[in-house]
Nanobody, 129 residues
Framework: QLQLVESGGGLVQPGGSLRLSCAAS????????IGWFRQAPGKEREGVSC????????NYADSVNGRFTISRDNAKKMVYLQMNSPKPEDTAVYYC??????????????????????WGQGTQVTVSS
């Protein structure tokens, strides 16, 4: 049974940095892409980034491109989201998720919640001075 647990959230000042972690357990996690999403109060869940199983393909939402970096360490079964220069509008609960089996993470395919079926419990990120 695949399980995802996010950590690393908290309060960060605008312009600072924060690294989110997603710990994945399960025999097949090495062979699947992973996505990061966020949901702010009153808003729909938004795709932030995804990374392919081998880490050679990534995708970023326009709102975070150039500021956030996704990476993974398959030996540790970990996926990370490095948040640099966060802005108040980045405040949200952040989730990692596993996509459906046929999903293909690439730079020209939007990261959509409807393509992901297994979710973590989320970690709160608040960007405020």
């Amino acid at each position: 049974q695949l399980q995802l647990v996010e950590s690393g959230g908290g309060l960060v000042q605008p312009g600072g940095s924060l690294r989110l972690s997603c710990a994945a357990s399960g025999a097949t996690v090495d062979y699947t892409a992973i996505g990061w999403f966020r949901q702010a109060p009153g808003k729909e869940r938004e795709g932030v980034s995804c990374i392919s199983s081998g880490g050679d393909r990534t995708n970023y939402a326009d709102s975070v491109n150039g500021r956030f970096t996704i990476s993974r360490d398959n030996a540790k079964k970990m996926v990370y989201l490095q948040m640099n220069s966060p802005k108040p509008e980045d405040t949200a609960v952040y989730y990692c998720a596993v996509p459906d089996p046929m999903y293909y993470c690439s730079s020209d395919v939007p990261v959509l919640a409807m393509d992901f079926g297994s979710w973590g419990q989320g970690t709160q990120v608040t960007v405020s001075s």
